[in-house]
């Protein structure tokens, strides 16, 4: 595997000249994000009860499910393909990569969270090896849609067998950047997302190579 630096120095130079359509892609997402919490955050207002908040929480965890998990895999691959093809139509990628092939998208996100949950009652630590086991399949599913989700996440964690540390490693790396962002009173996260989600990509797309490709 290549070095961390390798990975965001080729994430840098596909942002270049690009900030702008990726921050742009980085606000609407986050603009939805907020909007579907929106009903937790009525109920903490409010100081609800047990019962009244049922339905409120509900209603954001049905739209984290429908909305937000789909948004996310969009989200990452639109800059995936900003990464390999130069194609800067990261809002109107995120879309359309997200939400072509809904329900294929929609299953394998769901079995990709209940596998990972289901490590985690064994041990905590468990659950996040097995997490990153299974990331790639974010970019597996779309890559291939013709691929079953199961199969999209055993070639996740047939790829990521010696590497789950390298992403580990890759994703402390940006720390320093977080907190800063912090200080910048997050506005920072702006440009840190799209840097943080293309530096994913290129490690994504190394790795692919290393392995011959994605095949069943």
């Excluded at 509900?58 to 639109?78: D, K, Q």
């Excluded at 702006?190 to 095949?215: D, H, I, S």
């Amino acid at each position: 595997m290549r070095s961390n630096q390798d990975y965001k120095n080729e994430a840098l130079n596909s942002l270049s000249g690009n900030w702008a359509h990726s921050v742009l892609a980085t606000i609407v997402v986050l603009l939805i994000v907020i909007l579907c919490e929106t009903p937790m955050q009525l109920q903490t207002q409010l100081q609800l009860g047990v019962i009244p908040m049922l339905p409120l929480m509900g209603g954001t965890y049905l739209a984290m499910f429908l909305v937000v998990y789909p948004l996310i895999v969009g989200y990452s691959n639109s800059l995936r393909v900003l990464h390999t093809t130069g194609d800067n139509e990261v809002t109107r990628n995120t879309f359309k990569l997200g939400f072509t092939n809904y329900l294929h998208i929609f299953w394998t996100y769901i079995l990709m969270i209940i596998k990972v949950l289901l490590w985690s009652l064994l041990l905590f630590i468990p659950g996040i090896v097995k997490g990153y086991a299974y990331s790639q399949a974010i970019y597996i599913m779309v890559e291939n849609p013709e691929m079953r989700a199961i199969d999209a996440i055993h070639k996740s964690q047939e790829m990521m067998k010696g590497h789950k540390f390298d992403l580990f490693y890759l994703h402390l790396s940006f720390i320093g950047w977080a907190l800063l962002g912090i200080l910048t009173l997050c506005i920072g996260y702006l440009w840190l997302m799209p840097y943080v989600y293309t530096t994913q990509a290129a490690f994504y797309e190394n790795l692919k190579r290393e392995c011959g490709g994605v095949t069943v």
